[in-house]
């Protein structure tokens, strides 16, 4: 008898649902109780699932609804992977409609595929529909079309209301101050964060930060300094925000003060010279589960399966409190996506880790070289009889050359997320003659 081996290799590969993940209708009660238990990440996965596991259009129409409805309220990564492969046609009383016609033209514009693209969009209200406003607004900004950027993002804020769309005004005024302040206008990049930002609970604490580096370029040191004490005192988020350090460098070294640099370099070292110590003595990074906190733009997708992982751990301890019925598919669905997510953490984490190791020992050899500068500069008696000023000091990592720094203000999350990971600003040393 004559085997077709292709065949037995087509068979070993093809999934098989679980039994008790068969019926559409058991996916439905399950999507219901953890929206009602407010467990976004088991409730993306759980749409994932019902996308790749059934193609009816209600199942379709449940998930996609879910999905935009997450992101409507601030589920922190981006959920595009997910628009790829279904296509239904939203009838056009769906409150999603525009949402999803919006994601699915996104995609396709990732894509090159222009023409799909266009189909999409076209079915938008584009003068009217907030997102899509935000969307074209990003275009114009990677163009360099700063004031059209600026235009639609006024008109697209104009455009929210209500509390529902809370998230994304945030979102737009967010952009709009940081476009503000790349072309130095920091006075109305920071009335942005004093009068609406940090106004509207719940405060995201990278905003305290944003807000300050406004008031160092306004000179306004004090309030700086008032910022981030109170980003340190309300942020209790999974990320570990360094760029805090590089900011109070280059305040206290406006200021020459020797003393307020020492303290700060202490601080540093007390929060990260174990970790620092462990990195340049050859330990294993993977045994470091503290460098994994860290922020960088070049490991954003780390991140996130790090944080992911944390957060269905933390969700699936809850899994009790269901309905009994739904409890064995809701196991089910959290235990496969972890252990789905530690394989992508394996094939991310050796990379990654390097990254943020290395960034983590170059800030801490700037900042302990920033100390030095200060000193130097104080005393010396070139410096105190000479009116020639002192040449700017590199404070952070990753520079094209020796007179400018990175600010890393990370966007991750939403569906909006716009690709700007950085900006960058010269250093100048004015310590008071």
Same mark, same amino acid.
């Given at each position: 008898m004559l085997v077709c081996v292709p065949a037995l290799a087509a068979q070993k590969w093809v999934g098989q649902i679980p039994k008790l993940a068969e019926k559409v209708e058991s996916w439905h009660e399950l999507l219901s109780a953890l929206r009602e238990a407010h467990l976004p990440f088991g409730s993306l996965v759980a749409s994932g699932d019902i996308l790749n596991f059934f193609g009816d259009l209600p199942s379709k129409e449940l998930a996609y609804a879910t999905i935009i409805s997450l992101i409507d309220e601030g589920y922190p990564f981006s959920a595009r992977p997910l628009f790829i492969p279904g296509d239904i046609e939203p009838g056009k009383d769906a409150s999603y409609r525009q949402s999803y016609l919006l994601y699915k033209g996104i995609v396709n514009a990732d894509k090159k595929m222009d023409k799909w693209a266009e189909h999409y969009f076209s079915k938008l209200d584009q003068e009217n529909f907030p997102k899509y406003l935000f969307y074209l607004a990003s275009e114009h900004y990677r163009k360099g079309e700063d004031a059209k950027a600026i235009e639609l993002l006024r008109k697209a804020l104009s455009l929210t209301k209500g509390a529902e769309n809370a998230v994304f005004a945030k979102k737009v005024a967010r952009n709009l101050a940081r476009i503000y302040y790349e072309l130095t206008q920091y006075e109305k990049s920071y009335e942005i964060y004093e009068s609406? %930002?940090?106004?509207?609970?719940?405060?995201?604490?990278? #905003?305290?930060?944003?807000?300050?580096?406004?008031? !160092?370029?306004?000179?306004?040191? &004090?309030?700086?300094?008032?910022? =981030?004490?109170?980003?340190?005192?309300?942020?209790?988020? &999974?990320?570990? %925000?360094? /760029?805090? !350090?590089?900011?109070?460098?280059? @305040?206290?070294?406006?200021?020459? *003060?020797?003393?307020?640099?020492? +303290?700060?370099?202490?601080?540093?070292?007390?929060?990260?010279? $174990?970790?620092?110590?462990? @990195?340049?003595?050859?330990?294993?990074?993977?045994? %470091?589960?503290?460098?994994?906190?860290?922020?960088?733009?070049?490991?954003?997708?780390?991140?996130?399966?790090?944080?992911?992982?944390?957060? %269905?751990? $933390?969700?699936?301890?809850?899994?009790?409190? =269901?309905?009994?019925?739904?409890? &064995?598919?809701?196991?089910?669905?959290? *235990?496969?996506e972890i252990e789905h997510l530690k394989n992508d953490k394996q094939l991310l984490e050796e990379n990654s880790l390097e990254i943020l190791a290395r960034?983590?020992? @170059?800030?801490?050899?700037?900042?302990?070289? *920033?100390?030095?500068?200060? +000193?130097?500069?104080?005393? *010396?008696? /070139?410096?105190?009889?000479? /009116?020639? +000023?002192?040449?700017?000091?590199?404070?952070?990592?990753?520079?094209? #050359?020796?007179?400018?720094?990175?600010?890393?203000? @990370?966007?991750?999350?939403?569906?909006? $997320?716009? /690709?700007?990971? !950085?900006?960058?600003?010269?250093?100048?040393?004015?310590?008071?003659?």
């Amino acid at each position: 008898m004559l085997v077709c081996v292709p065949a037995l290799a087509a068979q070993k590969w093809v999934g098989q649902i679980p039994k008790l993940a068969e019926k559409v209708e058991s996916w439905h009660e399950l999507l219901s109780a953890l929206r009602e238990a407010h467990l976004p990440f088991g409730s993306l996965v759980a749409s994932g699932d019902i996308l790749n596991f059934f193609g009816d259009l209600p199942s379709k129409e449940l998930a996609y609804a879910t999905i935009i409805s997450l992101i409507d309220e601030g589920y922190p990564f981006s959920a595009r992977p997910l628009f790829i492969p279904g296509d239904i046609e939203p009838g056009k009383d769906a409150s999603y409609r525009q949402s999803y016609l919006l994601y699915k033209g996104i995609v396709n514009a990732d894509k090159k595929m222009d023409k799909w693209a266009e189909h999409y969009f076209s079915k938008l209200d584009q003068e009217n529909f907030p997102k899509y406003l935000f969307y074209l607004a990003s275009e114009h900004y990677r163009k360099g079309e700063d004031a059209k950027a600026i235009e639609l993002l006024r008109k697209a804020l104009s455009l929210t209301k209500g509390a529902e769309n809370a998230v994304f005004a945030k979102k737009v005024a967010r952009n709009l101050a940081r476009i503000y302040y790349e072309l130095t206008q920091y006075e109305k990049s920071y009335e942005i964060y004093e009068s609406f %930002l940090l106004k509207t609970n719940p405060i995201n604490p990278g #905003d305290w930060l944003e807000g300050a580096w406004n008031l !160092y370029r306004l000179r306004r040191y &004090p309030e700086a300094l008032g910022y =981030l004490y109170n980003m340190e005192a309300k942020s209790s988020g &999974p990320n570990v %925000l360094l /760029e805090k !350090y590089v900011l109070r460098a280059l @305040i206290y070294r406006e200021y020459c *003060s020797v003393e307020s640099t020492k +303290a700060l370099i202490d601080s540093f070292t007390q929060d990260f010279g $174990r970790l620092i110590n462990s @990195i340049k003595t050859g330990e294993p990074l993977n045994r %470091l589960p503290e460098l994994g906190k860290l922020e960088h733009p070049q490991t954003l997708n780390y991140r996130q399966v790090i944080q992911t992982l944390d957060e %269905l751990a $933390r969700e699936s301890q809850l899994i009790p409190q =269901l309905p009994s019925k739904v409890q &064995p598919l809701a196991r089910y669905v959290y *235990s496969s996506e972890i252990e789905h997510l530690k394989n992508d953490k394996q094939l991310l984490e050796e990379n990654s880790l390097e990254i943020l190791a290395r960034h983590l020992v @170059i800030l801490g050899e700037s900042l302990n070289f *920033s100390g030095f500068n200060v +000193a130097l500069e104080k005393y *010396s008696p /070139e410096r105190v009889f000479s /009116e020639q +000023a002192a040449a700017p000091v590199v404070l952070i990592d990753e520079t094209e #050359d020796n007179q400018k720094f990175r600010l890393h203000w @990370i966007q991750t999350g939403d569906f909006w $997320r716009d /690709e700007r990971l !950085y900006y960058r600003g010269l250093l100048e040393n004015r310590c008071d003659k």
